[in-house]
């Protein structure tokens, strides 16, 4: 794969450094062609931010697709983040069966809650679509919050592995493959991911910043679809896009007035950098 092309389908937030405008940068920084389907376009993203207007964009999806099954496009890979309603799933499944290539690989980052609560807009309606989806995928990227509502196991602020473990097993049983769990931490001052691949777990651990930012799981799960494709191995991805996202969350931080997205531009550099 000397050249992949990554078809990505979330919604343009205009301002709030997530979704498109946070993947499609981070996906071309790693040297992947990254080709958009936008699933709505927001004047903003929608936590923080009051009367965001919300365009729609379901009804594009179909034609979009058989357009491009007329002139024959096809993608090494799918990556789905934040989609605008439960109707779309079911076009995001048609889209996957028909333009991804054989042997391609689907990354789904079930972007719709966070601190134990759904985003403005979802339901669990939403989230019985989301489990269909999410069964299909090669690699699942979840927090716990979307863990817990995939699963229905209670969400926990304190827990062991014991309870990581029956998150990962309870996704795997739905049919996810592969998962990357974000945000899992044990102890106060560090936080990491959870990699589960091919039956095998494994843990990468870093410094934890207590003041999260808004975007940072588009930017992680991004950052991992892009050296994924730029043929890491999935631990060395999630390695990859976690150091990224620190760095990320550094960078914002440091302008304690920037609240509303993640200053992932100035350190776009290190994530080129990782991947040499
Ligand atoms: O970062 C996830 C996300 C993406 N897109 C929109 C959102 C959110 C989270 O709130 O509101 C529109």
Same mark, same amino acid.
């Given at each position: 794969m000397s050249y992949p092309r990554v078809l990505t389908i979330q919604d343009i937030s205009c301002v709030g450094q997530c979704s498109l405008t946070a993947a499609l940068p981070v996906i071309s920084a790693c040297g992947v062609e990254a080709c958009p389907i936008p699933s709505a376009v927001l004047s903003t993203h929608t936590a923080g931010f009051k009367n965001f207007t919300f365009r729609d964009l379901t009804d594009d999806m179909p034609l979009i697709k058989e357009?491009?099954?007329r002139?024959?496009?096809?993608?090494d890979a799918?990556?789905?983040?934040y989609l605008g309603s439960a109707k779309q799933i079911s $076009? /995001?499944?048609?889209?996957? #069966?028909? /333009? /991804?290539?054989d042997g391609g690989v689907a990354v789904i980052d079930p972007a719709m809650a966070d601190n134990g609560k759904l985003y403005l807009g979802f339901d669990m309606a939403f989230v019985e679509e989301m489990k269909k989806l999410c069964a299909? #995928?090669?690699y699942l990227i979840p927090n716990?919050?979307? #863990?817990?509502l995939l699963t229905g196991i209670e969400y926990k602020t304190e827990y062991d592995e014991k309870y990581i473990r029956s998150l990962l097993n309870a996704l795997t049983e739905m049919g996810c493959k592969n998962i990357i769990l974000t945000g899992v931490s044990y102890a106060a001052d560090t936080t990491g991911v959870v990699i589960y691949?091919? !039956?095998? $777990?494994?843990y990468y651990n870093h410094e934890k910043i207590e003041r999260g930012c808004h !975007?940072?799981?588009? /930017? $992680?799960a991004s950052a991992f679809v892009g050296a994924l494709m730029r043929g890491k191995t999935a631990c060395d991805a999630a390695r990859i896009a976690a150091d990224y996202t620190l760095l990320c969350i550094k960078e914002t931080l440091e302008e304690p007035e920037h609240w509303y997205g993640v200053k992932f531009e100035p350190v776009l550099g290190k994530l080129i950098d990782a991947l040499k």
């Open positions: 357009h491009w099954i002139e024959g496009i096809k993608f799918i990556y789905t983040g $076009y /995001v499944k048609d889209i996957m #069966a028909s /333009v /991804v290539k299909l #995928a090669d716990i919050t979307e #863990a817990s691949e091919n !039956g095998n $777990y494994s !975007g940072t799981g588009d /930017v $992680y």
